[in-house]
């Protein structure tokens, strides 16, 4: 599927107009377009249009029963999309839009199902980044966008990861700033279980932690397959859960432990070529090394994480010991991106 692409210059919705109408009118028109979110960066297509939509699937070559994230602009969009708007989703919503957290309930008769991947809920997210807001606005409708990247590559968090992954397979990019939280959005669902209550649950950890969610709603169960692995036909709440995701072609193994654990681990098992993915506290280690933040710092840690893991790819490495962050607060964000990428391989030191 060779086709044109645009690289349109975007860091400022103000100064780059031009670039964002452009972009507005190629998705109006059905086109795709790679765009800046805060959190990751996203392929855009009108959510409303399935032709739009199995493009972007087709980019991607993403499985068509992994729904997609419709993404809005203002808060009078979201009321067409699902069947009602409850008092507690609309509690959130005022609290964390517009921002990382995707709120997901039963959908309308407007979202078609090549968008909910066949599901008859929509997942749905405000965000904050201006550049984001501004295409929104401009197309018009709103955008359904996964990450931005080949399906099974650790998602893109700066335009030329869109551009290495997608170039020749989209109408455009738009390159803009690195995002600044790095991860993709929390994703929350608040639909009707069997007994009919809407008990909150967690389908992915992001930047609006568990903690925050708590806060706001009380009870917010976590789903098992956040933190571990579905077995083969069991059914996820998510689909994308049972994919495999953000993985570098280097086999990863994720190391929990000390500091001192950490060290002496690699001390023993590296071997001379493997690499460490470690916190600055572990430094210095024998090269090759990559750090990704400090030990508690995990804003860092996720906004590094996914360049990292593709700069692991670059240098063709075979194997690589990530030390693994407490699973607290954006920590289990970044807990939860990593098992995945280590296939569930963990060791504890
Ligand atoms: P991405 O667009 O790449 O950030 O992936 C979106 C994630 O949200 C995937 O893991 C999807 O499976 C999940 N998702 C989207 N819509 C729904 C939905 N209606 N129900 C459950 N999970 C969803
Ligand atoms: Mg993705």
Request: proline share 9%; glycine share 10%.
């Amino acid at each position: 599927m060779e086709k044109e692409t645009l690289l349109l210059p975007a860091r400022d919705p103000e100064r780059d107009r031009e670039s964002i109408a452009l972009a507005g009118r190629i998705l109006r028109e059905g086109g795709i377009v790679a765009i800046p979110t805060e959190t990751v960066y996203g392929l855009a297509g009108n959510a409303l249009d399935p032709a739009a939509t199995g493009r972007i699937y087709a980019a991607k070559g993403r499985p068509s029963d992994n729904p997609l994230i419709v993404h809005i602009q203002g808060m009078e969009e979201w009321p067409p999309l699902v069947k009602e708007v409850p008092p507690e989703a609309k509690g959130l919503a005022e609290r964390f839009w517009p921002g990382p957290l995707t709120i997901i309930l039963e959908k309308s008769a407007l979202v078609p199902e090549t968008t909910s991947g066949g599901l008859d809920t929509v997942a749905v997210r405000m965000p904050s980044d201006p550049v984001a807001r501004a295409v929104i606005r401009e197309a018009g409708v709103p955008l359904a966008a996964p990450s931005a990247n080949r399906s099974g590559s650790p998602s893109p968090t700066t335009w030329r990861h869109c551009r290495d992954d997608l170039m020749g397979r989209v109408d455009a990019i738009l390159q803009a700033g690195d995002c600044g939280v790095g991860v993709e959005s929390t994703v929350l669902s608040l639909c009707r279980g069997p007994d009919g209550s809407r008990r909150p649950r967690l389908l992915r950890p992001g930047a609006v932690t568990l903690e925050q969610l708590r806060q706001a709603l009380g009870e917010v169960v976590v789903d098992r397959g956040v933190l571990e692995h579905l077995e083969e036909g069991e059914k996820a709440p998510s689909p994308g859960m049972k994919y495999k995701h953000y993985a570098p072609r280097a086999e990863v193994v994720l190391v929990k432990g000390s500091t001192e654990g950490y060290r002496r681990y690699l001390e023993n098992c590296r071997q001379p070529g493997e690499h460490a993915m470690c916190f600055t506290q572990d430094l210095p280690l024998r090269e090759p090394v990559l750090c990704y933040g400090g030990r508690e710092d995990h804003a860092a840690q996720a906004e590094r994480l996914f360049d990292l893991l593709r700069q692991l790819d670059r240098t063709g490495a075979k194997k690589v010991y990530i030390h693994a962050p407490a699973p607290d607060g954006v920590g289990l964000a970044v807990y939860n991106r990593l098992i995945r990428a280590a296939a569930f391989r963990v060791v504890e030191v």
